[in-house]
């Protein structure tokens, strides 16, 4: 799955805690790269829990649920517009060849045509 905000994929990951982040998004559980959570609220276009406000939420089997409190299906709305339409959710936007060709273009800086 690649980040909801560049579409950068996840690499293998190296031994400890991965530093991707996961959060919920228009009803999707999405992932967040290290290079995108840097300088700016990461958060703000994530679903927040409704009990205790915190963004760490993970979506399994049809649930969400908090990670911070343990509170499950209490999630507020998001605050962008993005969220209210699910079709602009960047984790469905683009093929996985499209994903391969950015990266390259950014790896390299050049274009691979």
């Known amino acids: 799955m690649p980040c909801h905000r560049c579409g950068a994929r996840q690499t293998d990951p190296v031994r400890g805690a991965s530093p991707w982040r996961r959060g919920v998004r228009a ?31 993970v979506r399994a089997l049809g649930n969400t649920q908090c990670k911070d409190c343990g509170a499950e299906d209490q999630v507020t709305a998001e605050t962008t ?10 984790s469905g936007a683009t093929s996985l060849s499209e994903d391969v060709h950015a990266a390259l273009e950014r790896h390299f800086g050049q274009r691979t045509d």
């Open 81 to 90: 517009a993005a969220a209210e339409n699910p079709a602009e959710s960047r």
């Open 27 to 57: 009803g999707e559980q999405v992932l967040v790269c290290p290079d995108c959570q840097n300088g700016r609220d990461w958060t703000a276009d994530l679903a927040h829990c409704a009990a205790c406000g915190s963004a760490r939420l």
